[in-house]
Nanobody, 115 residues
Framework: QVRLMESGGGLVQAGGSLRLSCVGSRLFLSIKAVGWYRQAPGKQREWVASITDINRADCTYADAVKGRFTISRDNAENTVYLQMNSLKPEDTADYYC???????WGQGTRVTVSS
């Protein structure tokens, strides 16, 4: 069983920044592709960004966050990050990390962006 724990959410004003962290309980996180997803109130969960496995570390982003968010990983710390800059009120959501092609999800961390 792999446990994922997100942290770093909070309340921030529009234009501000936050960095989310996702720590895995096992080395699994450092060798698999990982994605960040978000779910706003009353909406479906949507993909935000992904980083591929340890051998490539290619990053892809949803159009809504491209140029503002950066996904990265620290394999030594078994952690994946999501740096979020220039935040907008529409970025308000619960953010989850997920190991792609598995059933492993974190419990989520809430991000609230005030206008």
């Amino acid at each position: 069983q792999v446990r994922l724990m997100e942290s770093g959410g909070g309340l921030v004003q529009a234009g501000g920044s936050l960095r989310l962290s996702c720590v895995g309980s096992r080395l699994f996180l450092s060798i698999k592709a990982v994605g960040w997803y978000r779910q706003a109130p009353g909406k479906q969960r949507e993909w935000v960004a992904s980083i591929t496995d340890i051998n490539r570390a290619d990053c892809t982003y949803a159009d809504a966050v491209k140029g503002r968010f950066t996904i990265s990983r620290d394999n030594a710390e078994n952690t994946v990050y999501l740096q979020m800059n220039s935040l907008k009120p529409e970025d308000t959501a619960d953010y989850y990390c997920h190991i792609l092609d598995t059933n492993y999800w974190g419990q989520g961390t809430r991000v609230t962006v005030s206008s």
